[in-house]
């Protein structure tokens, strides 16, 4: 088996290949895009006496995002390539932004059809963070990443709604320890992608954005330990009418693929109804 850190490279260059010859373009984001880009420097500096190296960061999957008209076509040329499908877009957090696949001997991945905080067309988005993309070897391979502003912008969106998991330390390392320069250049991406809110979230300005229609949803997911039902209303503050049944319909709705992986057996009707009265309590109760 590969060393964790090596699959996660491995699975990156093998997604950059897939979308080269099926002709679809793929931004490679978290995880060691970080280490190779915005800690490139520091990670090469010469550890002074008495002080601690800096270390690489972990990860344990492969982030790559794509324009939500080509996440279908991805899906289907990596399952041709050996991936197996384990979450749908729906079957993940209320944003319904991700799907993640799995491999035999890779490092699974997740593909964002639209970042979360990112409240521009998800399309013009993409065209957006992708005019600004290069490429940087990963695994010896090139693979396309975005710039370094918009990239540190997609991290600290991140970590607005993981401040108690670890966002916190990245605020401090891509945001506080920046350069007036560069946040002022970060803000300038959180602009043009309109994603003020959860940067604000972030980078704890939230009440300078009160007068938002996504602020009371930004306002949970930074809480620490939010509730299901706390992210629901702010999922429902911040949809537009036309969305508010597709929020509700996959809040409420039961997980399938969840119940049989767990179980390691498909789950019948029976079962599924005897378990959906556990599950809405739960969701509608408990704690992320």
Not at 31 to 41: E, F, K, S
Not at 58 to 69: F, G, R, T
Request: some cysteine; hydrophobic content about 45%.
């Amino acid at each position: 088996m590969l060393p964790r850190d090596v699959a996660v490279r491995f699975a990156h260059a093998a997604i950059q290949a897939i979308a080269d010859e099926a002709g679809i373009t793929v931004l490679h984001i978290k995880g060691p895009v970080v280490d190779a880009t915005l800690r490139a420097t520091r990670l090469s500096e010469p550890v002074e006496e008495g002080t601690s190296a800096l270390r690489a960061r972990i990860s344990v999957d492969a982030d790559v995002l794509v324009s939500p008209d080509q996440a279908g076509p991805l899906l289907e040329a990596m399952k041709r390539h050996g991936w197996q499908l384990a979450w749908d877009f729906d079957e993940g957090s209320l944003f319904a932004h991700a799907a993640t696949l799995t491999h035999p001997h890779l490092a699974h991945v997740d593909i964002h059809r639209w970042f979360p905080g990112i409240e521009r067309e998800p399309r013009a988005a993409f065209a957006l963070l992708a005019a600004g993309a290069r490429r940087i070897p990963l695994a010896e391979f090139p693979c396309l990443v975005p710039s370094d502003d918009a990239h540190r912008l997609i991290l600290l969106l991140h970590a607005a709604r993981s401040l108690d998991a670890g966002g916190r330390a990245d605020v401090a390392e891509l945001w506080t320890a920046a350069s007036a320069e560069e946040q002022a250049a970060v803000r300038a991406v959180a602009e043009r992608l309109d994603a003020t809110v959860a940067l604000a979230a972030a980078i704890d300005e939230l009440e300078s954005v009160r007068h938002r229609r996504s602020y009371r949803l930004w306002s949970a997911l930074r809480r620490p330990g939010h509730t299901h039902r706390e992210t629901l209303m702010g999922h429902l503050a911040a949809a537009r009418p036309r969305e508010i049944p597709t929020v509700l319909i996959r809040f409420l709705l039961l997980n399938k693929r969840r119940m049989d992986r767990e179980r390691g057996s498909r789950v019948g009707l029976v079962e599924s109804l005897a378990g959906y009265r556990t599950w809405v309590a739960r969701r509608v109760r408990s704690r992320r």
